[in-house]
């Protein structure tokens, strides 16, 4: 049974850095893609970047290219987003998830995506 557990969520300024968490569970292999989304208020899920875990080739949204960072930890079956120069509009509930049934190209789609994480607050604000 697939888990995934997000942490590192919290308050920070403009300008400043968070580092989110996403501790996987239950994957019986290496071949499998986890995706961080985020969820405004009043606002669709929206896909931030994803890794393939085996290959580590990675996916960003245009909005967060050159400021957050995705990376994994392959012992410790974890997820890391590495975020700087956080702005207010990246004030979301952020969420990591995985697919069921993963084709190699991991992309930012949230329907393609089964598993999900109970989501950790991330408020950008001074």
């Known amino acids: 049974q697939v888990q995934l557990v997000e942490s590192g969520g919290g308050l920070v300024q403009p300008g400043g850095s968070l580092r989110l968490s996403c501790a996987a569970s239950?994957?019986?292999?290496?071949?499998?893609?986890i995706g961080w989304f985020r969820q405004a208020p009043g606002k669709e899920r929206e896909g931030v970047s994803c890794?393939?875990?085996?290959?580590?080739?990675?996916y960003y949204t245009e909005s967060v290219k050159g400021r957050f960072t995705i990376s994994r930890d392959k012992a410790k079956n974890t997820v890391y987003l590495q975020m700087n120069s956080l702005k207010p509009e990246d004030t979301a509930v952020y969420y990591c998830?995985?697919?069921?049934?993963?084709?190699?190209?991991?992309?930012?789609?949230?329907?393609?995506?089964?598993?999900w994480g109970q989501g950790t607050q991330v408020t950008v604000s001074s």
């Open positions: 998830a995985a697919p069921k049934a993963y084709g190699g190209s991991c992309t930012g789609l949230p329907y393609l995506y089964d598993y």
């Open positions: 239950g994957f019986t292999s290496d071949y499998y893609a």
């Open positions: 890794i393939d875990i085996s290959h580590g080739s990675t």
